[in-house]
């Protein structure tokens, strides 16, 4: 077995040391309390035994989710009751079906689905998107070449994934076999979150406005998200004194100012990170400007709970200005750009030929200045796509490039774009191993 999470969460807390990553998923059942269990996987899922049934927070993915039911039987026999989606992120929904063919089994009713009301829209928005979704996931989790990620045609919400019977808008206050629950609406991560709230049991279900990384609230594929809702969020759960706080991927925590202490902190974080960012747009600053500017203190993002290991502050900061702003950077050229074939030919011919700007590129790259190495790269590869010798540089650069970064969202583009050169070198898309690292 596993250190228990409360144990691993409270050590890592304590001493602020990372000898164990605060993400796993072994598909362990760990009790957190008397009726409360929580299996980690890829998203968790939490068990709450009721006298009506367990309700259970998430159903995990759809690779995870038939594990995550045998866990959860060597734990209780009970059906399940309702199952609450926190937010309708594949990895949190997708493991419904799992659920739905168990008690289809035992002869039991599919169980209930409550989620906030946006979620209808979010799986809408799936259908619609779902050729981008995919190429998107595998590129972030993946790192494949284009190609890789347009060959799937299987829809991106997997067939089966239960569908919500329950919605509400702003708060919904239920009791379910003699457990009272609060569910609370908020923005952050995705514009369909709920948190529960449950007084008995002090504890509070947070789904991923907590992550155990610096939240994933920049995703630069992704559609937007709400830092400063997420900040409120976390200041609205700080507030309600838990005892046990439990988030949909990471480690659960215990103890009242324990708990208190994190989430200000992170919603802090994201406070003061939004608070520049505005600064500058308000004085007029050019998004070039703030994004060289701006920044969180290195002390911050060593917290074992704020590493820039998934997402990270850069891209956050973009997200606050096309949240705010438009998509104009404030850079006039930018505006009506040329085509990247053209203005890459531009560079080419000034430089007198590609060589020089691979040259100059990889000596960029060797440098350690990996920023200019990928632009100019770029400006050889739209000029001369067939080139051998720019893939070549392209591979190493991008290589080098993914080494240097910390975060799970820029490694996996840099490593499709290394990809993407390998495949025009060899003409074979390379495999893929999806890196299921956390949320989505
Ligand atoms: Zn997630």
Redesign the pocket.
Known sequence: MSEHPLDLSARLIDTGVVDTPPNRITQELSELADGVAMIES??HVVVLDTEEGLVTFDSSGPASGPAVVESLRNWSDAPVHTIVYT?G?I??VGGSRAFAAEAQQAGRPVPRVLSHENVHARFERYESTNGYNQVINMRQFGGAAKKAGQASERPFLPKGTLRPDTTYAETLTEEIGGVSLEFNYCKG?TDDHTWTWLPAQKMISA??QF?WNFP?CGNPQKVQRFPIEWAESLRAMAGKGAELFVP??GLPIAGEERIRTCLETVAGALEVLVAQVLEGMNAGATLDEIVHSVSVPAETLELPYLRPLYDEPEFVIRNVWRLYGGWYDGNPARLKPPADSVIGAEIVALAGGVQSVIDRAVGCSTEGDHRSACQLIEFAVAAEPEAHAVHEARVQIYTARRAAETSLLAKGIFKSAVADSEEALTGEVPDVTMVLN???
């Open positions: 890829f998203s937010h992120h990895d949190h991560e789904g991923d992550i994933n949909a991927h956390i949320g989505e």
